[in-house]
């Protein structure tokens, strides 16, 4: 006797009986858009006229033999026989028509499979427009809220297309960090505070073989030295007395198989560096209150604000972990130093804080000529405060244009550079040099940075500025 469910060492005596598959068969055949019956050759046994209609079919007589993925390209059937497993609603595509479907395998008495009976349920999917719209919907958010939890389980929120810049300083930076993406090597990225060294980690680390790891950021300067070997390395069961007994994961440990990005790592005392030397050395770690030593396989990115030659001058910075970190070393300018990216920059900058805010602002051309002004100490995320207030002071619809950068500007007293104290008398050259590259970065923010305009305005071809770029970089 057939059964749709197995009947298994007779646990089930629940199966569906032949009788009841009688009555029920036509039942479903009647309400629904087609059936058909395949053996376990996936051979089709039995198809209703309606289905035959559906598909297109002359008779159904004409397919009964065939193999049914020769008749429905799409059927799932061949699963069912092959699982033995119903599939009780499937949306199939044929010829461009969807069609909601059910599979039921079909056992004999010893439950051993001898086929699979499919029933088309809708034809039409307009009736299940709301359901299926709702169902992409929440499919659509499921994805977006995967790939939002993959990014930050990752820890990183940048790629390299964050660095935003376009001047030939900024372009380099680039180049040299997709170089750093390429090569499972240290880097050391050195730049002043705001200039977007974390950025840069956490975008060579997203381009990196190391990408789907973990990017584990510490930063020196804010851990105080007591606990920074067990931020580093982590703790065992027990290492301290009182209320925390249980173990911590360190850095190191956290970070294995992907980056560990060490900010401020010129802050770093000399014990914890002879330590964070050893550990890069051999591959492993040492957690506080363990005699275990556990290998790790971290990529580091250092990053400084400090001049760390001149430490190591006055014994303050060990060479060999200088050396060590600094394999591949990326400076990445001051913003005073690439003011032609000031257009570029603060057009991104207003882009996300408007996304914050919901209000949109433009800058204009006198507008960026007044932040080129300034000497910008705290460089981009000082520029991001500005304009960011510059923004809230602004009447409605205003642009910002020099007026409005001006009123919120700190007052370039307290943004100039130090007087550079140089013997008056300079080489000829060098003095055409300099004003040469004045003139041009004035021309490149005048014209936004658009060099086809700033070439223009300068009198000379596109080529020779470009030319001039190269040797200024
Ligand atoms: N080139 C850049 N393009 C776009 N945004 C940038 C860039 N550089 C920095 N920023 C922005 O400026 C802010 C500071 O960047 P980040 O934290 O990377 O700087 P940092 O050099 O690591 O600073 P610090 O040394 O103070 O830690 C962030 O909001 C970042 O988004």
């Avoid at 009964?64 to 599939?87: D, S």
Wanted: aromatic share 6%; with cysteine; net charge negative.
């Amino acid at each position: 006797m057939s059964q749709l469910f197995p009947n298994k060492n007779n646990k089930h005596k629940t199966g569906l009986t032949r009788e009841l598959i009688d009555a029920l068969v036509p039942l479903f055949e009647e309400a629904s858009a087609g059936a058909i019956a395949v053996d376990t050759e996936c051979r089709i046994t039995w198809l209703n006229q309606s289905y035959a209609q559906l598909l297109g079919l002359a008779d159904a007589e004409g397919a009964i033999g065939q193999e049914v993925g020769r008749v429905i390209p799409h059927t799932r059937m061949p699963e069912v026989i092959a699982t033995g497993k119903p599939l009780l609603l499937d949306i199939m595509e044929h010829q461009q028509q969807q069609l909601v479907v059910t599979r039921l395998p079909f056992y004999d008495e010893s439950g051993q499979i001898v086929g699979a009976v499919a029933f088309v349920l809708y034809d039409d999917l307009q009736p299940l427009t709301p359901l299926v719209s709702k169902f992409r919907r929440l499919h659509q958010d499921l994805a977006a809220a995967r790939k939002a939890l993959a990014s930050k389980s990752r820890g990183t929120r940048y790629n390299l297309t964050d660095f935003i810049g376009a001047s030939p300083a900024a372009l380099e930076v680039k180049r040299r960090a997709r170089l750093a993406s390429g090569r499972d090597v240290p880097v050391l990225l050195l730049g002043e505070t705001g200039t977007g060294k974390e950025v840069l980690a956490q975008a060579i680390h997203s381009a990196s073989a190391r990408a789907e790891k973990a990017f584990v950021g510490v930063n020196v300067a804010a851990v105080p030295e007591n606990l920074l070997e067990a931020e580093f390395f982590g703790v065992a069961p027990g290492a301290y007395t009182g209320a925390d007994r249980r173990s911590r994961d360190g850095k190191f440990q956290l970070a294995n198989g992907g980056t560990l990005f060490l900010d401020e790592v010129g802050d770093m005392p000399l014990p914890m560096q002879a330590k964070l030397l050893r550990a890069l050395q051999e591959g492993e770690v040492e957690a506080l209150g363990s005699n275990r030593v556990t290998p790790v396989d971290v990529r580091v990115i250092a990053a400084t604000s400090q001049n760390l030659e001149a430490m190591i001058a006055e014994g303050q910075f060990r060479s060999d972990l200088y050396y060590r970190l600094n394999v591949l070393e990326i400076c990445i300018p001051p913003l005073r130093e690439r003011v032609a990216d000031l257009g570029v920059v603060s057009e991104a900058l207003l882009g996300e804080i408007w996304d914050g805010h919901g209000r949109r602002r433009e800058i204009t051309d006198s507008g960026v000529a007044a932040l080129a002004s300034y000497h910008w100490p705290g460089n981009i995320r000082e520029l991001r405060n500005v304009l960011e207030r510059a923004m809230t002071m602004a009447e409605a619809d205003e642009l910002l244009d020099a007026d409005a950068i001006f009123r919120v500007l700190p007052s370039s007293a307290d943004s100039q550079p130090a007087p550079v104290t140089q013997a008056f008398t300079r080489p000829l050259a060098r003095v055409v040099a300099e004003a040469e590259a004045e003139a041009i970065e004035q021309a490149l923010v005048a014209c936004r940075g658009n060099r086809t305009r700033a070439a223009r305005l300068l009198g000379i071809s596109r080529s020779v500025l470009y030319e001039k770029l190269a040797k200024m970089s």
